[in-house]
């Protein structure tokens, strides 16, 4: 099956950094999003974008499909942000709807 | 509005015991999921169901039995508990079930305690 790389695994950060989250995946998707989980286990919705670029506010991704990579950036990091970052896809192989995650990356903004 | 929820947020039980938790989608869509997180915070599907008809079913023991009474209900009820069951349930729900299915999106998760 398809396999989902995320890197880094860990990343700490002063507040006000800036970062760049990378997903890698082995295979053709259908589907990609990123999610962010707080503290609190909750998963919020990013982005959902198997292609292009997206922007929302201080964050925004972009995906290369046909280089099969996503990558998530966070710019004036605030303390926040702090949480495990999923990237999530679904393979054009693969059940539908069966979003594949990576391990996440776990970032923590310092103040 | 909660667009997904999911009750009980927190469940502590005793093994062998038989436990559910109910999920509703506001959001009109047609296809619901569950998802297991475990203690390494891995995510990976258990069940999808479009429309009341069960779509996916992975590995999973056949002691958890999603129900569906209506496209915006899936309930996941668990038999004979077992201390591996620990994990957070996460129910989710999409707009499509077909080639792009669209974006997920999640209630808040059931953490299940089994002691």
């Known amino acids: 099956g398809i396999q989902v790389e995320q890197s880094p695994p860990d990343l700490i950060l002063q507040e006000g950094a800036n970062s760049t989250l990378r997903c890698n995946f082995s295979?053709?998707?259908?589907?990609l999003q990123w999610f962010h989980q707080n503290p609190w286990g909750q998963l919020i919705n990013l982005f959902y974008i198997p292609s292009g670029t997206k922007q929302n506010g201080r964050l925004s991704a972009t995906t290369v499909a046909t280089e099969r990579y996503s990558l998530l950036y966070i710019s004036s990091s605030q303390t926040t942000d702090s949480g495990v970052y999923f990237c999530?896809?679904?393979?054009?192989?693969?059940?539908?709807?069966?979003?594949?995650f990576g391990k996440g990356t776990k970032l923590s903004v310092k103040p | 509005d909660t667009a997904v929820s999911q009750t009980p947020k927190y469940l502590v039980t005793q093994m062998g015991n038989d436990k559910s938790i109910k999920c509703e989608q506001n959001l009109g869509h047609d296809t619901m999921y569950w998802y297991k997180q475990d203690s390494k915070k891995f995510l990976k599907i258990m069940f999808s169901?479009?429309?009341?008809?069960?779509?996916i079913n992975e590995t999973v023991p056949n002691r958890f039995s999603p129900k569906s009474p209506d496209k915006a209900h899936l309930n996941l009820h668990i038999n004979s508990l077992e201390l591996g069951d620990s994990a957070v349930y996460f129910c989710?729900?999409?707009?499509?079930?077909?080639?792009?299915?669209?974006?997920?999106?999640f209630g808040e998760g059931s953490r299940l305690t089994v002691l």
């Open positions: 295979d053709s998707v259908n589907n």
């Open positions: 169901y479009n429309n009341k008809e069960l779509i």
């Open positions: 989710a729900s999409s707009r499509y079930q077909g080639m792009d299915t669209g974006e997920l999106f």
């Open positions: 999530a896809v679904v393979s054009d192989g693969g059940s539908q709807g069966n979003l594949i």
